[in-house]
C-alpha cells in the first residue's frame, strides 16, 4: 500500500444500539438537519432587520411547516430514487421500496418534494411562496453537510479512482475493486453544505430576503454548479454508469437547476423589496 494512502477510518454505522433497535448516523443526519435548521429558520424570523420589517410568515407557521417539508424530504426523496436511479429493480421488487433502512435517497426527489411542500403549505396559509422558499433553502445546506457527512461514514457514493499518490485518497471498505479513491462524500460535504451555506447566509446579512425568491433562486443555482462540480470527482451510481457525453444521472438533474435559479434571481431583483407589511399572526 502507498505511503500516503489513507486507510478509511473505522466507522460503525449505527450510532446508537439499545437491544433490537438501532440507529443510524443517516437517520440522525435528517433529524438533526431538520431540528438544527427549524432553529436557524426561526431565528431568521425573529430578525426583522433581515426582511425590511415584520417577517412574511410568524414562528409558529414555520413549526407547522416542518412536520410538511420533512414529509416532502422523505416521499420526495425517495421517489426520486426509485424513479431516477433504479427503476428496474423498484419494478421487480416493488416492497423493497419501503425498505428505506437499505438507503437510497435522490437529493433532487427530495427537492421536487420540499417544493410541493412550500406550494401547498404557502397557499393554504397565505403566505409568500417565494418567502417560504427563501427560508426554506436557506437552512437547506445544514441538512446537506450531515447528509455528505452520514454518506461518508457508511462508506457509500464513493469517489472515482485516482492515483494512489493523492495524500487523501482511500480505499472504501465495500468497494470491491479496493481502489484508491477520491472522498468525494466529503468534497460534497464543503461544497454543498459549508460552502453553500456561507454564501447563503453572507446574502441574508447583505439583504436578500427582502427580494422573495432571491435566496431561493441562489440556492437552486449553486447547489446545480456545486453539484455538477461534484459528480467530476464521485463515481456513479453502478447500475447507472455513464451516460451520454460521460456525463451522470447527477449531472443531468442539476442542469435545469443552472436555468431555473438564474431566473429566480433575475425575476427577485427585477421586481425589487415588497413594502412592509403587517406581521401575519
Known amino acids: 500500500m502507498p505511503f500516503l494512502l489513507i486507510d478509511f477510518p473505522s466507522f460503525n454505522p449505527i450510532a446508537v444500539a439499545i437491544g433490537p433497535f438501532a440507529i443510524r448516523w443517516y437517520a440522525l443526519a435528517y433529524i438533526g438537519g431538520i431540528v438544527i435548521g427549524w432553529l436557524y429558520a426561526r431565528s431568521l424570523l425573529k430578525t426583522e432587520r433581515l426582511w425590511g420589517g415584520p417577517a412574511p410568515m410568524s414562528l409558529m407557521q414555520i413549526d407547522d411547516f416542518i412536520l410538511w417539508v420533512t414529509l416532502g424530504i422523505i416521499l420526495g426523496g425517495r421517489t426520486g430514487y426509485v424513479l431516477f436511479y433504479n427503476l428496474p429493480f423498484f419494478i421487480k421488487d416493488p416492497a423493497a421500496i419501503f425498505k428505506l433502512w437499505e438507503g437510497g435517497m435522490s437529493f433532487h426527489g427530495g427537492f421536487l418534494g420540499c417544493v410541493a411542500a412550500v406550494m401547498w403549505f404557502a397557499h393554504r396559509n397565505r403566505i409568500s411562496i417565494l418567502s417560504l422558499g427563501d427560508i426554506t433553502t436557506a437552512v437547506a445546506p445544514i441538512g446537506l ?120 434571481i433575475v425575476w427577485a431583483v427585477r421586481r425589487g423589496a415588497p413594502k412592509p407589511t403587517a406581521a401575519i399572526s
Open 145 to 264: 453537510l450531515l447528509g455528505r457527512i452520514a454518506n461518508f461514514i457508511n462508506g457509500e457514493l464513493w469517489g472515482r479512482a485516482t492515483d494512489a499518490s493523492l495524500p487523501w485518497a482511500m480505499i472504501f471498505p465495500h468497494d470491491p475493486s479496493h481502489l484508491p479513491r477520491h472522498p468525494s462524500q466529503l468534497y460534497e460535504a464543503g461544497m454543498e453544505g459549508i460552502l453553500l451555506f456561507t454564501v447563503l447566509a453572507i446574502m441574508i446579512r447583505l439583504g436578500a430576503l427582502k427580494r422573495p425568491g432571491m435566496i431561493l433562486g441562489a440556492f437552486i443555482l449553486i447547489y446545480g454548479l456545486t453539484r455538477i462540480a461534484g459528480e467530476h470527482f464521485r463515481e456513479p451510481d453502478v447500475q447507472l454508469g455513464f451516460l451520454w457525453g460521460g456525463l451522470t444521472m447527477g449531472m443531468l438533474l442539476s442542469i435545469p437547476m443552472l436555468l431555473v435559479g438564474a431566473i429566480l
